[in-house]
Nanobody, 126 residues
Framework: QVQLVESGGGLVQAGASLILSCLVS????????MAWFRQAPGKEREFVAT????????YYLDSVKGRFTISRDNAKNTVYLQMNTLQPEDTALYYC???????????????????WGQGTQVTVSS
């Protein structure tokens, strides 16, 4: 069973930065595309960013382009989300997810991901 554990969330002021981490317990981490999603209260889960198994390609939600960066370290079984210039509208529970695929364009659809973490809360005050 693949387990994902997110960390790094917190309460910050607008304009601040945070780095989220997601440790994945599997011997085959490099076979998975990884993604970050978020869900604000009363809203549906939303795609934020995804990265291919080999880090060659990354894709982002338009509203976070230029502010967020997804990366991964296959030697550490970890995926990261560097979040800069945070805004109150970024407030949400952030989840990492894993999809067993070598696709050059991993899915942005939550239902197509195989494994999920429990989430880490990010709250941005104005």
């Amino acid at each position: 069973q693949v387990q994902l554990v997110e960390s790094g969330g917190g309460l910050v002021q607008a304009g601040a930065s945070l780095i989220l981490s997601c440790l994945v317990s599997t011997r085959t981490f490099s076979r998975y595309a990884m993604a970050w999603f978020r869900q604000a209260p009363g809203k549906e889960r939303e795609f934020v960013a995804t990265i291919t198994w080999n880090s060659y390609r990354t894709y982002y939600l338009d509203s976070v382009k230029g502010r967020f960066t997804i990366s991964r370290d296959n030697a550490k079984n970890t995926v990261y989300l560097q979040m800069n210039t945070l805004q109150p509208e970024d407030t949400a529970l952030y989840y990492c997810a894993a999809d067993l695929t070598y696709s050059d364009h991993p899915s942005e659809i939550p239902g197509l991901y195989d494994y999920w973490g429990q989430g880490t809360q990010v709250t941005v005050s104005s």
